[in-house]
């Protein structure tokens, strides 16, 4: 084993040992990695960075400081624990080669630091004359983001000057910090003639390289992350992963190459090559290619231009012709006859294209979206479009200003940091606190990845992420062009076109265009509590004080009208306590808009990863988990026919004022009178990490699947992290697969949630954990029903109430084990008349389950990245 870890240990060693000399060797200068206000140090991956204080010019207006936490999150204590705090104006100089260009990437923890308040830091950041960060708040930034910590990073283009000055400017009565800084040699990556979208003539084009630039995405399409020690060129950047950004259920497939892949004339700065060994395309299916796009959607500053760059690499192809497709920006036709093959001569070589586009102060602009379909007027031999990689840059104003605004607290942020406040003040707090009664939830809420962790992603990743999504900082922000040029269309009914039964109809209340405008205050964005696929989620007021949450439609998409219609046809005819309870819709002026019962603490999600509302017990999280399969034992027996959620996860779990758990978002949902079969034919939809492998693999829904979803769900809970990470190891970026392999090596208490260590009973995580290894089981057949699911958790419930007080009973065939140990008085028949009694409160007819069309699959809902909708 010693052997092992010193030879991977080496190899790592050597990787960046030949990056330093590259660099070196291509601009005559090594690289600068220094950790700020220490002595240096080493990072996890034995990377060396050396202390800052040398190429201080006022060394006096500054001092070292040392963070007094860690957070779990942090790659290494280095760089991120210390600090260079700059109490006036302050320099770095560094000796450069004027005619290279160079990364310079900040990293900023914005932790708690001695005598020094973190929360009222605002600085401005120059390098070289260029404004990279304006009143800068680390502290907002990542609070608004839910990640511990923030890296900036910037192409600044050749100066001719053979000193950079890097100035650290802090506010009147304020104060700046680094943790990190690395400045890297790099050969010049763009071009002179890059093409500006919008210029049908042709006409339009930038020199970007006289360009500096901020680095907003990169991202290794259709392949997993890439770490910097992994990159080219000893660059030093990170490849994420792109599946938290694309747009709608159609995800396509990501096949990897069986061909050697070479640069062939490409320089390897650009991208690594596994990037182009990994691609994303629309799929196999002709005839479900015709009808979308693959879309990523990202979020961006407006009053800027940005350069996005397309890295292609057609491996299954090997003449021209065979494959044609057009791309889209900002629904602007950057390019209406994309063949790979053409472009690059011959199958398996790697080529890159650079579009550029303005994105103007404009309602509205504040995504930037991509778009690949088939040209089927150049008659292609396949109907199919790909991509290997893609990275978005941020370019410089006229003002030589790259500085965009902090990420906005909303007013329910800053509602929620006061009630914490005053549980700080005030021993024991006879309130709530407030943001626990305001963000209300319906599908969507959520960033989180994340979340946030991706304020980037649509404020929707407060995720990702990410979801995470748990991408680093640099990677978000976003906007519309303001351009009409070719539009890229998605086949589709219009807003206007929905068709919904007489009897959902009469089964819930219609309301106005005007009613919704006067509970929402003309849909306020103060009223916002969340954002997903479908659109924005409000908190409203209607019949004088009866709180409800109104999920509206984006008026400008056309997607959503089968979300839209299976919504209303599922809840209007159910009815039950775990699920969350549709009071009507509007269908006024092309608009789309669904009513739902206001659920006060918002979601699971929200109270599981660190820094996001109150942090739930134990106890409290199985409660959580156990209303929520109950809900989903009645979706799979309770009424008429099966019911198939098809979009299980954290986000569309929700939870009301009494902490009930409630099912929500049906959208995706399939029902059939005919599952005689034992399972649905039907194009894949759900979220990435819930997907269930052999609903992917084999396109048969089966309630299972729900099963599936619902384990990562209980992984979720116990682990207090996103199902899927890619800032984390390769191994551990998938939580069901790290579950599962920590579980056969009995390490699985080692990533249990640290605020649950020592709080749980042995025997109710036993039983917890085998209840959700089975869930996951690799083929459906394997997997329980969610009624024996729900029979496990009760008993884990039990065993951590009551841990002593069990004796063994029998259970009912087909149960997970054979032997339950369940305390007195409950009984096995106690527990299957409870069920009996969760089952009856939605059949108060035969028609409970709204019936739709098996074959209804010619239409792509739009449901959001694994953030949440």
């Known amino acids: ?317 090997d003449k021209a012709n065979q494959l044609v497709f057009e791309i889209f920006i900002n629904n602007q036709t950057a390019e209406d006859s994309a063949d790979v093959i053409a472009w690059a001569g011959s199958k398996g070589v790697p080529i890159k294209k650079d579009y550029a586009i303005r994105v103007n102060d404009k309602t509205g602009d504040d995504e930037l979206w991509v778009a690949l379909h088939s040209n089927e007027a150049l008659k292609p031999e396949y109907t199919d479009s790909i991509l290997n990689g893609l990275e978005v840059f941020k370019i410089g104003d006229t003002k030589a200003n790259l500085a965009g605004p902090n990420p906005t607290i909303s007013d329910l942020m800053r509602q929620h940091q006061q009630a914490e406040q005053s549980q700080k003040d005030f021993a024991q707090p006879k309130k709530e606190t407030s943001v626990a009664k305001i963000i209300g939830a319906t599908l969507g809420a959520g960033f989180g990845l994340a979340a946030a962790v991706c304020f980037v992603s649509f404020k929707r990743r407060k995720k990702v992420p990410g979801t995470d999504c748990g991408t680093s900082s640099w990677l978000p922000i976003y906007g519309n062009s303001q351009t009409t040029e070719s539009k890229s269309t998605i086949s589709g009914k219009s807003h206007g076109s929905t068709n919904i039964s007489s009897d959902a109809a009469c089964n819930c209340r219609y309301f106005s265009l005007a009613e919704i405008k006067q509970a929402t205050k003309n849909f306020d964005e103060s009223h916002v509590i969340g954002f997903g696929g479908f659109g924005k989620v409000y908190k409203g007021i209607i019949d004088g004080d009866t709180k409800v949450a109104i999920k509206r439609s984006n008026p400008s998409s056309e997607q959503g009208v089968n979300e839209f219609q299976t919504e209303i046809e599922m809840l209007s005819k159910l009815r039950h306590r775990h699920l969350v309870s549709l009071i009507g819709f509007c269908e006024d002026n092309n608009e789309m808009i669904l009513v739902y019962d206001y659920m006060g603490k918002g979601t699971m999600r929200e109270h599981l990863y660190k820094g996001n509302k109150i942090t739930l017990s134990w106890k409290q999280r199985l409660e959580i988990c156990i209303g929520a399969a109950r809900g989903l034992h009645y979706l799979h027996t309770g009424a008429k026919y099966t019911i198939i959620h098809r979009d299980v996860k954290t986000t569309n779990i929700l939870v009301d004022d009494k902490w009930v758990a409630k099912v929500s978002d049906f959208g995706l949902s399939k029902t059939g009178p005919n599952m005689n079969q034992g399972h649905v034919s039907t194009v894949v939809k759900g979220s990435f990490g819930y997907l269930d492998p052999e609903y992917f693999r084999r396109q048969q829904l089966t309630e299972k699947s729900d099963v599936y979803s619902f384990g990562v769900v209980l992984f979720e809970a116990l682990c207090a992290r996103p199902a899927l990470n890619p800032s984390l190891p390769k191994e551990q970026v998938t939580l069901a697969d790290y579950a599962l392999q920590c579980q056969r090596k009995g390490t699985l208490e080692d990533i249990v949630d640290p605020q649950l260590k020592g709080k749980i009973s042995p025997e109710c995580l036993k039983k917890f954990a085998d209840t959700a290894v089975k869930c996951l089981a690799d083929h459906g057949t394997d997997r329980p029903s969610m009624g024996d699911v729900l029979w496990n958790l009760e008993f884990a419930l039990q065993l951590q109430v009551n841990p002593e007080g069990s004796k063994p009973v029998s259970v009912v065939e087909g149960s997970l084990e054979e032997e339950y140990e369940c305390p007195e008085p409950m009984d096995h028949s106690s527990f299957l008349a409870m069920h009996r009694s969760t089952l009856s409160l939605g059949s108060e007819d035969n028609n409970a389950a709204g019936a739709t069309d098996d074959n209804s699959n010619d239409i792509f809902s739009q449901i959001v990245n694994p953030k949440g909708r």
Request: glycine fraction near 6%.
């Open 1 to 317: 084993m010693q052997t092992n870890t010193h030879g991977l240990f080496s190899l790592v060693t050597l990787s960046l040992l030949f990056n330093a000399f590259y660099a070196s060797e291509t601009s005559g200068q090594a690289p600068l990695v220094l950790s700020c206000g220490s002595n240096g140090g080493t990072d996890a991956n034995g990377r060396k960075w050396e202390s800052d204080s040398k190429f201080l010019v006022s060394a006096d207006k500054s001092e070292s400081s040392s963070a007094q936490s860690q957070d779990p999150s942090l790659p290494s204590p280095v760089p991120y624990m210390t600090a260079r705090i700059f109490k006036g104006e302050t320099a770095y100089k560094f000796a450069v080669n004027g005619s290279s260009r160079y990364f310079l990437r900040l990293t900023f923890y914005p932790s708690a630091y001695p005598n020094y308040n973190i929360s009222n830091s605002n600085f401005a950041v120059v390098a070289g004359g260029i404004t990279l960060l304006n009143n800068f708040s680390a502290f907002i930034t990542a609070e608004a983001l839910s990640q511990a910590y923030i890296v900036k990073e910037y192409l600044l283009a050749p100066s001719q000057m053979d000193v950079l000055n890097v100035t650290f400017k802090p506010a009147n009565n304020s104060f700046a910090f680094v943790n990190g800084i690395e400045l890297i040699p790099s050969p010049e990556l763009f071009d002179d003639d890059t093409n500006l979208v919008g210029f049908s003539d042709g006409s339009g084009t930038l020199s970007a390289t006289s360009m500096s630039m901020q680095t907003m995405f990169r991202l290794n399409v259709g392949g997993q992350y890439i770490p910097p020690t992994n990159d080219t060129s000893g660059l030093m950047r990170s490849w994420y992963d792109d599946s938290p950004y694309i747009f709608g259920a159609a995800i396509g497939v990501t096949p990897e190459a069986n061909m050697t892949i070479g640069y062939d004339g490409l320089p390897p700065a650009i991208a690594p090559l596994d990037v182009y060994r990994t691609l994303r395309s629309q799929g196999p299916d002709p005839n479900v290619n015709k009808k979308f796009n693959l879309t990523w959607v990202f979020p961006v500053d407006a009053n800027f231009t940005y350069l996005v760059r397309f890295h292609f690499c057609d491996f299954q192809n």
